[in-house]
Structure formats: structure tokens, C-alpha cells
């Protein structure tokens, strides 16, 4: 119940904004063609993002090297950005006490936000 209520809290206030964000990069990347793996990537962090609560990332283990080799792209071009704005956001919310678990599913985001490809996001028993 209490996963519930902060996913509910969360997409009112942040969660929405978020998905909204990355699914128009995913639209982005699916219009270029070229970069549909970015596309599905920015989808995957879409769907995290607007309910984080209950959810983890773990790696895929069928991932091949094309996975990492287009990681290491992600993180130059935009990985590193997207972290260091879920590392502000994170560090804002955790000054409240209200939005400290804000603040931990902010930091929950920033291993996806730095290397999505490979990755998993599955629900947390």
C-alpha cells in the first residue's frame, strides 16, 4: 500500500513530467531510425520513471557487446547529463523529510539514466 501511495504521489508531482520527457526523446530516436536502440532505451526509462516504487533495474544477461558499445555512446552524448539532473533533483528532495524517498528514487534512476542498454527493469517481490 505504502508503494502505492508514493507511486501516486510520485507521478502527480514528478513522475509524469519525467516519462513524458523521455518518451518524446524515445519518439525522437524512433524517427531517426538510426537510433531506435536510444529509442527503446528512453522508453524503458519512460516507463521506470512514472512508477518507480516497487521496481528495479537489473542487468540483462544476454546483453552482447553491441549493448555496451552503444552504452558507452549513450553516456557521452546523453547519460551523463541525464544523471547529473537526477543527482540534482535527488539532493533537492532529500532536504525535506517528506521528500527524502522522493529523493531515493531520483537516485534509483541514475544507473538507468547512465547505462540503459542491457538492462532490465522488473518489479521488486
Not at 524517427?31 to 537489473?58: C, D, E, K, Q
Not at 555512446?73 to 546523453?78: D, P, T
Not at 544523471?83 to 532536504?95: M, N, P, S, T
Request: aromatic share 14%; proline share 6%.
Amino acid at each position: 500500500m505504502i508503494r502505492l501511495i508514493l507511486n501516486v504521489l510520485w507521478f502527480i508531482f514528478f513522475g509524469w513530467a519525467l516519462a513524458l520527457a523521455y518518451a518524446l526523446a524515445a519518439l525522437i530516436s524512433f524517427i531517426l531510425i538510426v537510433t531506435i536502440p536510444f529509442g527503446v532505451a528512453s522508453l524503458r526509462l519512460a516507463i521506470y520513471s512514472a512508477w518507480p516504487f516497487g521496481r528495479t533495474i537489473v542487468d540483462d544477461p544476454g546483453a552482447g557487446v553491441a549493448s555496451g558499445l552503444a552504452n558507452i555512446l549513450w553516456l557521452v552524448l546523453f547519460g551523463w547529463w541525464l544523471a547529473l539532473g537526477h543527482i540534482a533533483a535527488g539532493v533537492a528532495q532529500c532536504v525535506t523529510l517528506i521528500g527524502i524517498p522522493f529523493g531515493i528514487a531520483n537516485f534509483k534512476l541514475v544507473p538507468a539514466a547512465l547505462w540503459p542498454l542491457g538492462r532490465n527493469i522488473i518489479d521488486v517481490p
